[in-house]
């Protein structure tokens, strides 16, 4: 049975313009319809919220200032935010609607893609997520549900700036194993972390599913996905695809790096990389069908399997040294052009009969030349470039030689991705034609870089930031500490300490001196200027708070201080103080006749200490005969009320 049939805004006109025609999608926020716009008479796709949660008020309001933020998104491959408002108990968002599919329909019906449609994919997602982080937003919940085709081929972003109006987390197992397979090691250590490398981290992860078909990190449970992201790499695409270019084992890895300062600082510099890494990949390593792919069962060659059409997102260059045709012209007549003056009429065969014989001739000779060239071109003096990458600098050699090849220089690079002593680059390309016996330049990986860690201890802390980015590491993270023997600004110590080895840009974490520590001393019940003159003489600031409060002390003195006394500061920090405004004066009440515990029980009510009189006569009585301040006067909160037995 028709699940929409049972919702009741199906068939609804909501806020009296939008007619919900059909339930699209179901989430943990919001229900999604497709709708008309009766005022605008267009299809649109409306976003609901749960009643549940449009009946938290604060929630709603984060809720529509996010998606006024998102409206002022104007970019191709975001999906257009284009009304907000509420109809009763349901708040809602009218969206641009996209007819096609999402990318996890995509990879679930065809498994791993090749590199060509991966890569179309991937570059528009990134130019979206570009404008946005440059614009000041992060999606923060990147994966291939967000992603959507168009039956015509564009690619969209959705749930820009609104993933994170939630604050509360999915429970259902199956929901949180597919947000947690895109979450960044930052968000995992510091949830409600907001940096565009967020986003990168989720499109590499995207990226090396698109590649594999699979996600680099599972586990039977949350926890166990959660816990590789913290203490694992993702595994380079290679090692499930043999054959895969490094240039993509590189390109996973670097937007997937654990430490966020190796990472792309943000899509647009990702975006970079990519078009970089797909430059020098040949048409057979763009269109190679990696063997987790799904082909049963789909003989069109225009379906799905081409996601996009490469002139949607990569203009293709003119013909080298040829003329662009007009328009409307027919670029197979480009001879045309060049024509002046008036069409002459048709001349007679016998007026120049050697015009005929001259073509015949060039034609002929046309022909021979173009065969001539053909036979020299497959004659054997001309071969390929053979596929080497990964293999090691002696197979290399070997396949080399064996294809009339010879090896030129041998360079070494450092890579992160490349295993040690195999080759990770020819000059020229693989696949590329090249006369035989002309030599080869091979590039061998020589494994990461490592480095070791300087010693920076006693170095001021911007100079110590220098040091380890000029060695190869990159500044992590900052804490203080006191210290006796650094002056403040210096650096204490390294995590790693100096002289460990580690990979070239690795995070190193720096303590810094926040110098000797200093008692504050306890100035509440002074005089305001008293107070400054003892904490200045202690090495700290003062700062007095522009808003006063009743207290204890009398008007004028220092009612608290902030830290408080007994706390350790550094020197030049600073102590902010509150002045009173005196004590707060509250009306006593009578408890003249009343019991001893109903007159405390009233007294402390109303804010007083309570001492009892009792004298020799009233030990064992247990009525108020009398009150040390009236009934009906009034006398500081706090201060004390004696009431005397009988």
Known sequence: MDTTLQDPLVGQLLDGRYRVEARIAVGGMATVYRAVDTRLDRVLALKVMHPALAADGAFVERFIRE??????????????????????????????????????????????????????????????????????????????????IGDDGRVKVADFGLVRSVDTVTTTTGAVLGTVAYLAPEQIEQPGAADPRVDVYACGVVLYEMLTGEKPHDGDSPAIVLYKHLHEDVPPPSALVPGMPFELDELVASATARTPDVRPYDAVALLGQVREARAPLSVDQLDAMPPQAVSGGHDNAEDRTSVIPRSLTVPRPLPVNDDDPADGEDPLNRTSRFQSGPPLPPRRRSARPRRGVLALIAAVLLVFGVGAGVWYINSGQFTKVPAVLTQKEAEARTRLEAAGLEVGKVRHQHSDTVKRGTVMDTDPDPGARIRKHDSVTLTVSDGPEIVKVPDVTGSRQDKAEEL??????????????????????????????????????TAVSIVVSKGAPVDIPDVTGDALNDARAELEEAGLKVKVATEQVNSEFDKGLVATQTPEEGSEAAEGDTVTLTVSKGPEMVEVPDVVGASVDDAKSLLEQSGFEVEEDRGLLGIFGDTVKSQSVDGGDTAPKGSTITITIR
Do not use: W
């Open 67 to 148: 998606a006024k933020s998102v409206a002022r998104l104007a970019h191709p491959n975001v999906v257009q935010v284009f009304d907000q408002g509420a109809d009763g108990s349901y708040v809602y968002l009218a969206m641009e609607y996209i007819a096609g599919c999402t990318l996890r329909d995509v990879l679930r019906e065809r498994g791993a893609l090749q590199p060509r449609a991966a890569l179309d994919i991937l570059e528009p997602v990134l130019a979206a997520l570009g404008a946005a982080h440059r614009a000041g937003f992060v999606h923060r919940d990147m994966k291939p549900e967000n992603v959507l």
């Open 468 to 505: 380890l980015k000029t060695d190869g590491l990159e500044p992590g993270l900052v804490t203080q500490e006191f210290s006796e023997d650094v002056i403040k600004g210096f650096v204490i110590s390294t995590d790693p300490e100096a002289g460990t080895k580690r990979r070239a840009g």
